[in-house]
């Protein structure tokens, strides 16, 4: 599988394709044969995997795309360390087929379009810190002094 290794290369994929979704997981030779995530705290099996679109919405207005690509990626960059080391981005098209419990997008009919480099998650790091206002990933893992 291709493997993109710019957060350029990324904005100008975004930029030219709708329909992309990114997928945290070890990859498509492990998630195609079933399918199916699974819900992490009920272990209810979901109807396609769970992924996350990167078609940029209406309301991001004029503002930079790279920007937009970079958010996408940081929200979940916390996934290899709370879930399992081997878990890599990756890049796929797929029909929409329902919603997850945290509203994210569950796709079936997948194409994998290639991996995403480690050097991407870095940039966009790096970008996401060069904002103003205070912003992290989505982590939801509990944290010394926080209540579980």
Not at 93 to 107: H, M, T, Y
């Amino acid at each position: 599988m291709p493997v993109i290794r710019s957060l350029d290369e990324l904005t100008g994929l975004v930029d030219r394709r709708t329909g992309v979704y990114v997928r945290w997981s070890m990859g498509p030779a492990a998630d195609l044969p079933g399918l199916a995530s699974r819900d992490d705290l009920t272990g209810i099996p979901m109807p396609g995997l769970s992924a996350n679109p990167l078609d940029v919405e209406s309301w991001w207005g004029e503002r930079p795309l790279r920007l937009w690509a970079a958010r996408r990626l940081y929200d979940y960059a916390h996934l290899p360390r709370v879930k399992d080391g081997r878990v890599r981005p990756w890049l796929l098209l797929g029909k929409e087929n329902g919603r997850g419990p945290d509203n994210e997008p569950l796709v079936t009919d997948v194409e994998p379009l290639g991996w995403v480099d480690q050097v991407v998650i870095e940039e966009a790091t790096e970008e996401i810190a060069r904002q103003r206002g205070p912003w992290g990933p989505l982590d939801r893992s509990p944290r010394r002094g926080h209540a579980a």
